[in-house]
C-alpha cells in the first residue's frame, strides 16, 4: 500500500505541516517474494518516490532564473540511481575520484559536476577539470598548488567557513569555528583578488555550515549570509558572483514526531532574501543550487533484515542477519531510525528490545529499548531512511560482507542494482600464493 506521505516529501492541510508517517510501500507479500530470489539483508529504494521529490524541490524554486540540485554523491553512489536523478535535471556533488568515475560511466560532465574535496591528491582535481567540473576550493592554499601542477580553470568556486560569524551550529557539523572545511572571510576577499589576477573569469561561492537541518530558517539565514558576501565581493573587488550554492543541509525527520522541510516555505524565504539583496545590487542573474543527498534519497530506502535469534537476559534482545556494517548510523553516534514489523503495524507495541547485530562490538544495535510489537524469529523487520548514508557507509569488519540494493519500480517490480559481496570480493586484495 502506498500513501501521499510516502512518495512526496510532506504534505499540508490547512497551511499546517503533517509530520510524516512511516509508511512503507510495499507489503510483507511483496518482500517476502522478493527474498525468494534476494535474501535479507538488503537495501530497496522505491524509484518512483524519489522521483516525486526531486521534482517538488526542482519547482519549489522554478522562479529562480537558473536553478541547480547537484545530487552528493556520497549519499547513495550507484549509477542506477544516479542515472535517474539525471534524467530529473539533477548533477552530482563530487569528492572523491571514484565519484567522478561513477559521473563519467553515466553520463554527468561539465557544469553538472561539482568537485568539494579537502586534502584533495592533484589526480583527482585533475579528472574533476578534465569532465570540465566546478572546483570547489577548500583552502587558500590550493592556488598555488593547482596552479604548480597544471593550469588553474577559468570557473572557480570558494568553499565559505564563517566561524564564529555564525552564532549557532549543528548537531552533525557542530559549530563552523571547529569545521575543516572551507575559507575565512579574510581569505575569501584575498583568494579571489589573487585568483581575478590570474585569470579567472567566473567565481561562485559556496558553504556547508549545517547538516541534516529540519528548520527552514536556519536553511534561509545560510542563504542571507551567502546573499551577502557576494553583494560585498562585488563592491570590493568589482567581481559578479555568477553562483552560489547552499551545501546540502536539507534534513530528512528521522523520527516520526518530526516533520520535513516544506520546500515551498523555504523557497518562498530564500526568494525574499534574494529580492531584498541581491536583486538591487544587479545580483539577479545567478545560478542558485543545492547539493542534497541525504533529502533527496534518504527517506525512500529501507534496510530490510530478517530476525534470527532471542536473547532475554538484563535486557530483551532481537538479533537480525543485519548488522552495522549494512547501517552504521545508529552504532557510530546513536541515530535512531523508525523500525516496522512487517504484517505487524496495527499489533500493539508492547514489547521492549534491543534490536542487534552480530558484530563484536556492542554498539552494534539498530534500537535501544524500542517499544515493538512481539517479535518472532522469521519475522521481518525493515529499517526506514536508509536511502542515504546506508549501504555508502558499508564496512567490512568482522568479515562481514555488504548487502544487494535493490531498486523497486513504479509497478512494484525490483531490479538488483548491486549485488551481494561474496567472500572472494572480500579476498580479492590478498595474496594466497605464498601462504
Known amino acids: 500500500y502506498r500513501t501521499v506521505s510516502s512518495v512526496l516529501p510532506v504534505s499540508t492541510e490547512n497551511g499546517v505541516t503533517v509530520m510524516n508517517e512511516k509508511k512503507v510501500p510495499f507489503t510483507e507479500g511483496e518482500i517476502r517474494e522478493i527474498i525468494k530470489t534476494y535474501p535479507t539483508p538488503f537495501h530497496i529504494y522505491d524509484e ?25 554523491v556520497k549519499a547513495t553512489p550507484n549509477p542506477y540511481i544516479m542515472k535517474i536523478l539525471k534524467a530529473e535535471g539533477v548533477g552530482a556533488d563530487c569528492s572523491s575520484l571514484p565519484e567522478l568515475l561513477l559521473c563519467e560511466k553515466v553520463g554527468i ?44 580553470p577559468d570557473r572557480i568556486c570558494m568553499r565559505y567557513n564563517p566561524g564564529p560569524l555564525l552564532k549557532d551550529g549543528n548537531d ?4 563552523p569555528e571547529e569545521s575543516k572545511y572551507g575559507l575565512t572571510r579574510d581569505q575569501i576577499f584575498e583568494a579571489m583578488a589573487i585568483l581575478k589576477q590570474k585569470g579567472v573569469k567566473r567565481f561562485g561561492l559556496h558553504t556547508m555550515v549545517v547538516s541534516n537541518e529540519l528548520n527552514a530558517n536556519g536553511l534561509i ?80 530506502g529501507y534496510l530490510v533484515t530478517t530476525a534470527i535469534h532471542h536473547k532475554d537476559i538484563w535486557k530483551h534482545y532481537i538479533g537480525t542477519d543485519a548488522s552495522m556494517a549494512n547501517l552504521m548510523r545508529p552504532g557510530m553516534y546513536g541515530a535512531y531510525h523508525h523500525l516496522t514489523v512487517l504484517g505487524k503495524e496495527a499489533a500493539p507495541a508492547d514489547h521492549v528490545y534491543d534490536v542487534t547485530g552480530s558484530l563484536c562490538e556492542n554498539c552494534d544495535k539498530f534500537a535501544v529499548d524500542r517499544r515493538l510489537p512481539e517479535i518472532k524469529d522469521g519475522d521481518i523487520l525493515v529499517i526506514h531512511d536508509t536511502g542515504a548514508h546506508g549501504h555508502s557507509m558499508g564496512f567490512n569488519y568482522n568479515g562481514k560482507l555488504r548487502s544487494a540494493e535493490l531498486l523497486m519500480h513504479k509497478d512494484h517490480s525490483v531490479t538488483q542494482i548491486r549485488r551481494a559481496e561474496t567472500v572472494d570480493d572480500l579476498f580479492a586484495t590478498l595474496d594466497f600464493s605464498d601462504l
Open 221 to 300: 539565514n545560510t542563504a542571507k549570509m551567502m546573499f551577502e558576501l557576494a553583494v560585498e565581493v562585488k563592491e570590493r573587488l568589482g567581481i559578479y558572483i555568477d553562483f552560489i550554492d547552499f551545501g546540502g543541509g536539507i534534513g530528512l525527520p528521522y523520527r516520526p514526531e518530526e516533520s520535513f522541510v516544506d520546500y515551498d516555505v523555504l523557497s518562498a524565504g530564500i526568494k525574499d532574501q534574494f529580492e531584498k539583496i541581491m536583486v538591487p545590487n544587479g545580483l539577479d542573474d545567478i545560478r542558485l543550487s543545492f547539493e542534497c543527498g541525504r533529502a533527496i534519497t534518504g527517506p525512500y
Open 48 to 72: 518512483e518516490a524519489i522521483r516525486a521529490n526531486v521534482r517538488k524541490l526542482i519547482k519549489a524554486f522554478d522562479w529562480a532564473k537558473d536553478f541547480k540540485e547537484y545530487f552528493a
Open 172 to 175: 552533525i557539523i557542530g559549530t
Open 109 to 152: 560532465s561539465g557544469d553538472d559536476i561539482i568537485f568539494s574535496s579537502n586534502d584533495t591528491p592533484y589526480q583527482e582535481f585533475a579528472k574533476a577539470m578534465e569532465l570540465g567540473a566546478i572546483i570547489n576550493i577548500d583552502d587558500i592554499t590550493m592556488i598555488d598548488f593547482l596552479e604548480a601542477n597544471g593550469p588553474i
